[in-house]
């Protein structure tokens, strides 16, 4: 057995059986096939119920852009839903955008950009065989130019009245309701790795367990010094 595995089977000793089945259950349904980008939103409402969303949907990776606006959470939306989620930040530059973009491509995912105005695909025939980035931008100005650059595709979801859009958190539920459907009704491979579900539980044992960093410590220390031994 793997150091890793040691970790998370003394973790899980701290957990009740019952939390450990509602893991297991929850994994079942987690993916990676399908992610979400989320560029410059900043509203604190929209942005705690888009990671709500993530996280009913299966959805484990957000890929936040902090360009001219700071994400932050409301913890009274988001309902402690960003503990269980993997998010990845991309704020080091004045412009983030193009390092976020360009991780997702080089780690495999065709991008697939929302737009009201124009689109490739809808939600019902866009191809879901790749892996799959959802692009959202904030409300007033969408997503930015270099982010339609950088897609593969455009998508769109129809809308018969006079509101130009759907606010982001709505759009986000949409679409992953609608993907997320179509993907686990198909034959794609979108489940979790091992190795991917063995990293996914131990964070998820690291928030649950009550001063997990001073157990994980003292449990790593007698590990290396039994192996000195």
Not at 28 to 33: A, F, K
Not at 112 to 124: E, G, K, N, Q
Not at 137 to 145: A, I
Request: charged share 20%; aromatic share 10%.
């Amino acid at each position: 057995m793997q150091p890793t595995e040691k970790l998370l089977e003394y973790l899980l000793c701290f957990v009740s059986e019952h939390k450990k089945q509602r893991f297991d259950q929850v994994l079942s349904y987690r993916t990676r096939h399908l992610t979400l980008v989320l560029e410059n939103v900043f509203q604190p409402h929209n942005a705690s119920a888009v990671l709500r969303s993530c996280d009913c949907f299966g959805i484990q990776d957000v890929h936040i852009i902090e360009n001219t606006n700071t994400y932050e959470v409301n913890p009274n939306i988001a309902l402690g839903a960003s503990k269980w989620l993997t998010l990845h930040k991309y704020n080091s530059q004045a412009i983030n955008t193009r390092e976020c973009l360009l991780s997702l491509k080089k780690a495999g995912y065709t991008l697939v950009a929302t737009s009201p105005h124009h689109f490739d695909f809808s939600l019902i025939n866009l191809p879901l065989q790749p892996k799959t980035a959802i692009l959202l931008g904030t409300e007033l100005n969408g997503l930015s130019g270099e982010a339609f650059q950088m897609a593969d595709y455009t998508l769109n979801i129809p809308m018969f009245g006079f509101t130009e859009s759907f606010n982001v958190s709505v759009s986000a539920s949409l679409i992953l309701y609608e993907l997320t459907k179509r993907l686990q009704a198909s034959d794609i491979s979108w489940q979790l790795s091992p190795s991917d579900r063995l990293d996914i539980l131990l964070s998820w044992a690291r928030n649950t367990v009550r001063k997990s960093d001073v157990l994980e410590k003292n449990f790593l220390n007698r590990l290396k010094s039994t192996k000195s031994e």
